[in-house]
């Protein structure tokens, strides 16, 4: 099956570090998303690509950066983690031939600050 | 005021019963409308999507919408204890990107 996938899963990691979460997708689809997940805040948008030269911030921009790779691949880096970056964070990716009528989400990533 | 407003409950309700889950909005220029269901632990996955006043039906669930009063609802019919998880309401108002807005989700839970 066409699916979204999320590395790593779960990651622990110290305030200061940089890390990388990464995303691949064998949907197809041109279209891809970072979203972090809080409660009480529910979906917050980080960045989104609409194709391998097209990457636009989101909402919740500042402290990350994203490198699309190729079509199938959307990497979220955190340059220098923070306690409060403590999150879920969900991949997702649309197809724009069906007017993005759905996103597609991958199975998230829950990062861990210290 | 927040862009996409729902309660986060948890709306419990009995095995059988109607379940009811309200969302609003505030950008009157908002086209097209989603809900998404997400179990504990799990990714969210689209159940319905509404882009013209008034019922749209699908199955046991019925999207209904409302847009002078800016108002979304799901309702689920025959509720079930596989039923019970977060749904979150999703707004795509248009533009440059047309950019989709989550809800907090509201938390339902199904009594046996």
């Known amino acids: 099956d066409a699916d979204v996938t999320q590395t790593p899963r779960n990651r622990i990691t110290k305030t200061g570090k940089r890390i990388m979460l990464e995303c691949s997708q064998t949907?197809?689809?041109?279209?891809m998303y970072w979203y972090r997940q809080d409660p009480g805040l529910g979906l917050r948008l980080i960045y989104y690509?609409?194709?391998?030269?097209?990457?636009n911030k989101g909402e919740i921009s500042d402290g990350y950066s994203v490198s699309r790779q190729a079509q199938a691949k959307f990497s979220l880096s955190l340059e220098s983690a923070i306690p409060n970056q403590t999150a879920l964070y969900f991949c997702?990716?649309?197809?724009?031939?069906?007017?993005?009528?759905?996103?597609?989400f991958g199975p998230g990533t829950r990062l861990t600050v210290l | 005021q927040k862009e996409v407003e729902q309660n986060s409950g948890p709306l419990s309700v009995p095995e059988g019963a109607i379940a009811s889950l309200n969302c609003t909005y505030s950008?009157?220029?908002?086209?097209?409308f989603f809900w998404y269901r997400q179990y504990s632990g799990k990714s969210p996955e689209l159940i319905m999507f509404?882009?013209?006043?008034g019922d749209k039906e699908d199955g046991r669930f019925t999207a209904q919408l409302n847009k002078a009063s800016q108002y979304v609802s799901l309702l689920i019919r025959d509720s079930q204890p596989s039923d019970s998880a977060t749904y979150l309401c999703?707004?795509?108002?248009?533009?440059?990107?047309?950019?989709?807005?989550f809800g907090i989700g509201t938390k339902l839970q199904v009594i046996p």
């Open positions: 997702a990716t649309s197809d724009r031939e069906r007017d993005d009528r759905e996103q597609f």
């Open positions: 949907k197809g689809h041109d279209r």
């Open positions: 690509s609409f194709d391998v030269k097209d990457i």
């Open positions: 950008d009157r220029g908002s086209q097209s």
């Open positions: 509404i882009y013209s006043n």
């Open positions: 999703a707004v795509r108002t248009p533009g440059g990107y047309q950019k989709v807005t």
